[in-house]
């Protein structure tokens, strides 16, 4: 369901095998000039690279490759549901979030973070479960934990992990009342002595690489989707803005005062992790900020966004059907479930969304809701029957959603197990799916 895959299809991720089975055996790929520059900067820095070679010796790389992806998604969803639960207090809100998250993501923010799980070549699905489960015990009050997991996930990923560090820093320095010497003292233990292998890597891996206007030049072609925002599309910032914009909608609307102001500092702590890459990467370019890829940081703003939407589109959901379908379309948009649907799109849902989030019962705005929600469902549906192929399986994909909702809500199947009703309708979504993918023939 969370159209899940372990290598992305933009990059040539598979390359990465090569760099593992030259770690086993030196002979292997040795004139590549890709394995010579892993073994000349010394850029296998994660631990994880020490632990592997043992590890192969009782299981082949491809299986091992295949479990130890599985285990960590399931690990990473259980972290996004259980932080969603630790900071709304709904399970159908954590459900709708860990079904936010997918490889889709990746192309709702800028300097490609790779939310996803990338190849464990870089270490991420160890790195990012750590991260999730690391502000679940951080929304908790639990910040001993929180920089032990932190300190953990250092030495799989130190850079990644440097930014979530970076945002508990800026946490702590507007809230240094909050916490006492000694409370301070024990994160900073904490997260040190598990980081401390991860650290000592890294120090001997600083001043590695390159530098000079050559290699800056060689970064802009190599990396410059995630190192420089001049050459990012308009297309990118489009849609890396209508995210932004929904998000912080769902932020404002949210109703725990103490959530949001959590969620709004680090948020700004990544952002400006973000103006210090832009300004040091296409302004004054500084190669060890460059190295650091401050961008990627966005993958903290992506996975509490993703619940902050959840919760949006389970509050709006319960106010009418036409509604539920509007929170149900949102969804399926932003998850990629329904390539009909393009992502420039969700700026005609914007409007209704927004205006059902923030209408008061009671008041003559929210009498408009239901036909301002019907209107642009109507207008998105037009222009995807008429411009997009195949896309006539938009409005009926709207119509069988429109029918579940309405047979669940239904006074007459009051008796029906819920269960029943939706494991039907996840049955019927299923079929849609594969038959827009061409049938059968895909497996």
Not at 4 to 27: G, K, M
Not at 304 to 332: D, E
């Amino acid at each position: 369901m969370n159209g899940y895959y372990s290598s992305h299809r933009y990059l040539t991720v598979a390359t990465y095998f090569s760099s593992i089975r030259n770690q086993l055996d030196p002979e292997l790929f040795k004139n590549s000039i890709y394995i010579q520059a892993i073994n000349r900067n010394n850029l296998r820095i994660g631990i994880f690279y020490d632990v592997l070679p043992h590890v192969l010796t009782w299981i082949d790389l491809e299986t091992f490759a295949l479990l130890h992806t599985a285990l960590s998604l399931f690990i990473m969803l259980a972290g996004i549901y259980a932080l969603a639960i630790a900071m709304t207090r709904s399970r159908s809100t954590a459900i709708v979030a860990t079904l936010l998250y997918t490889t889709q993501l990746n192309n709702w923010t800028l300097g490609s973070p790779a939310p996803y799980l990338n190849f464990f070549h870089h270490g991420l699905p160890y790195t990012y479960p750590l991260i999730v489960w690391s502000m679940l015990f951080f929304f908790r009050g639990r910040y001993v934990i929180a920089l032990l997991l932190t300190g953990i996930s250092f030495n799989f990923h130190p850079m990644c992990t440097l930014f979530l560090l970076c945002a508990y820093s800026l946490y702590w320095l507007l809230n240094r009342r909050c916490f006492p010497l000694t409370t301070s003292l024990l994160c900073l233990l904490a997260f040190m002595l598990p980081a401390l292998p991860g650290a000592l890597k890294t120090i001997n891996h600083i001043g590695s690489g390159g530098h000079g206007e050559q290699w800056l030049e060689g970064v802009r072609w190599v990396a410059g989707y995630t190192c420089n925002p001049s050459t990012w599309l308009g297309s990118q910032w489009l849609h890396a803005g209508l995210f932004l914009i929904l998000a912080c909608c769902c932020l404002y609307a949210f109703p725990k005062s103490a959530v949001r102001r959590s969620v709004t500092i680090l948020w700004a702590a990544v952002a400006l992790m973000c103006l210090a890459g832009t300004v040091f990467a296409d302004i004054i370019p500084v190669p060890f900020i460059i190295k650091l890829s401050l961008w990627r940081s966005t993958v903290i703003f992506l996975y509490l966004a993703i619940i902050m939407i959840a919760w949006a589109c389970m509050h709006i959901g319960r106010r009418s059907r036409a509604h539920a379908l509007l929170a149900v379309t949102v969804i399926a948009l932003l998850t990629g479930y329904l390539p009909q649907l393009p992502q420039a799109y969700l700026a005609l849902l914007l409007p209704a969304f927004g205006w059902t989030l923030f209408a008061k019962r009671g008041k003559p705005a929210y009498k408009l809701n239901t036909p301002i929600t019907v209107t642009m469902l109507s207008v998105l549906c037009l222009p995807a029957i008429v411009v997009v192929p195949n896309g006539f399986w938009v409005p009926v994909f709207m119509a069988g959603i429109l029918m579940l909702i309405a047979v669940s809500t239904s006074a007459r199947f009051a008796g029906t197990s819920p269960v029943l009703i939706w494991g039907l309708g996840l049955l019927a979504f299923d079929a849609a799916v594969l038959t827009s993918r061409g049938g059968p023939e895909i497996y």
